[in-house]
C-alpha cells in the first residue's frame, strides 16, 4: 500500500492554474483586414475584438465583443452589410468549442468553455493587455496583410 499512495495524494491534489499566453492575433481571422480596392481599414476592430476573444469569459461578454466588433466595422467601412457578414462570421465560427486559433478564450493554456474570469486570471489578463496596448496603442495591423 505504501507504494500506492504517491499516486493516490497525486489524484487528490489541484491542477495548477491555467495560464494565459501573451496576447496574439492574426488580424480580422480569415477575413481581409482592409478594403482590397480603396483605403478603408476596419483591422484596428478586429484587433480589438481578439483582445476580448485572446480572454474569454462569459457568452454575455463575448455577446458583446460581437456587437462592439460589428459596431467598429460600420463605423470604420460605412458598409452595414459588411458589419453584418463579420457579425455572422463571428457568431459561427468563434464559440469556444471549436479547436480554432481564433475561437473564445483563444488566450488560455487550457480550453475554456463560458466562464467568467476569477480574480486572479482577471488580474492576468489586465497585465498582458496592458503590455500589448503599450507595445501596439493604435491597435494598428501591419499593412502588409491583406
Not at 2 to 23: D, E, I, M, Y
Not at 119 to 141: D, F, T
Request: charged letters at 20%.
Amino acid at each position: 500500500m505504501t507504494a500506492a499512495a504517491p499516486a493516490v495524494l497525486a489524484a487528490c491534489t489541484t491542477p495548477p492554474s491555467p495560464s494565459l499566453q501573451p496576447f496574439s492575433t492574426d488580424g480580422c481571422s480569415s477575413f481581409p483586414d482592409r478594403a482590397l480596392i480603396g483605403t478603408t481599414d476596419w483591422c484596428s476592430c478586429c484587433l480589438a475584438h481578439d483582445l476580448a476573444y485572446w480572454r474569454g469569459g462569459t457568452a454575455d461578454e463575448r455577446l458583446k465583443a460581437d456587437q462592439d466588433l460589428k459596431d467598429c466595422v460600420h463605423t470604420a467601412s460605412g458598409s452595414a452589410e459588411l458589419a453584418d457578414v463579420m457579425f455572422a462570421g463571428v457568431r459561427m465560427g468563434g464559440g469556444p468549442y471549436f479547436f480554432t486559433p481564433y475561437r473564445w478564450g483563444y488566450g488560455w493554456s487550457n480550453r475554456r468553455l463560458y466562464e467568467p474570469l476569477s480574480p486572479e486570471e482577471e488580474a492576468q489578463a489586465s497585465v498582458l493587455r496592458s503590455r500589448y496596448i503599450a507595445s501596439n496603442p493604435a491597435l494598428a495591423c501591419p499593412k502588409d496583410t491583406p
